[in-house]
T-cell receptor, first 113, second 113 residues
Framework: EPEVTQTPSHQVTQMGQEVILRCVPI?????FYWYRQILGQKVEFLVS????????KSEIFDDQFSVERPDGSNFTLKIRSTKLEDSAMYFC???????????FGPGTRLTVL | AQSVTQLGSHVSVSEGALVLLRCNYS??????LFWYVQYPNQGLQLLLK??????LVKGINGFEAEFKKSETSFHLTKPSAHMSDAAEYFC???????????FGAGTILRVKS
């Protein structure tokens, strides 16, 4: 069964460093998403991406964040200069053109020290 | 704007007992509603979805949910709890053509033997 994959499963970084979180969505899906879940809190929407551009973003998704689909299969989230408060589980999700359920990856746990 | 409220951050039931997890939503447009389950150290797995067809929706693992517009509710039930049902459950809402999912805070289900 096709699934969304994410790498790495756990990333530890120093405050101020850049990180890139990688996702491989399900192959025939057209809509891509990033969410995050700070420990003990709700899953929060960050950004959605369609047709090679951002279609919606939350107020969390400021200039420190960017997304890219560099090669037609990967979907990446970059944080330019990490802060302590960026520590969270980051989930990638994808959705087909028809139907509106989103399929989630297993997540990347980001720890900023 | 859309929002979800899940009543009860923790629910404990005995094995074989009825499971009832509560979800109330707020939406200015017809909602699409979802229940996701998250097992420890795993991603979010779709249990079931409501997309304006039948109001009683059956999902995986014996779970079902009923959409009640008059009560703005979408409670999740299972007639007989199993130890393997212990997990965190998230209710989420989106609009028909909307992009993002808005999640509730989650309910941790504990199943006692």
């Amino acid at each position: 069964e096709p699934e969304v994959t994410q790498t790495p499963s756990h990333q530890v970084t120093q405050m101020g460093q850049e990180v890139i979180l990688r996702c491989v969505p399900i192959s025939n899906h057209l809509y891509f998403y990033w969410y995050r879940q700070i420990l003990g809190q709700k899953v929060e929407f960050l950004v959605s991406f369609y047709n090679n551009e951002i279609s919606e973003k939350s107020e969390i998704f400021d200039d420190q964040f960017s997304v890219e689909r560099p090669d037609g299969s990967n979907f990446t989230l970059k944080i330019r200069s990490t802060k302590l408060e960026d520590s969270a589980m980051y989930f990638c999700a994808s959705r087909a053109d028809r139907g509106n359920e989103q399929f989630f990856g297993p997540g990347t746990r980001l720890t900023v020290l | 704007a859309q929002s979800v409220t899940q009543l009860g951050s923790h629910v404990s039931v005995s094995e074989g007992a009825l499971v009832l997890l509560r979800c109330n939503y707020s939406s200015s447009v017809p909602p699409y509603l979802f229940w996701y389950v998250q097992y420890p150290n795993q991603g979010l797995q779709l249990l079931l979805k409501y997309t304006s067809a039948a109001t009683l929706v059956k999902g995986i693992n014996g779970f079902e949910a009923e959409f009640k517009k008059s009560e703005t509710s979408f409670h999740l039930t299972k007639p007989s709890a199993h130890m393997s049902d212990a997990a965190e459950y998230f209710c989420a809402v989106s609009s028909e053509y909307g992009n993002k999912l808005v999640f509730g805070a989650g309910t941790i289900l504990r199943v006692k033997s």
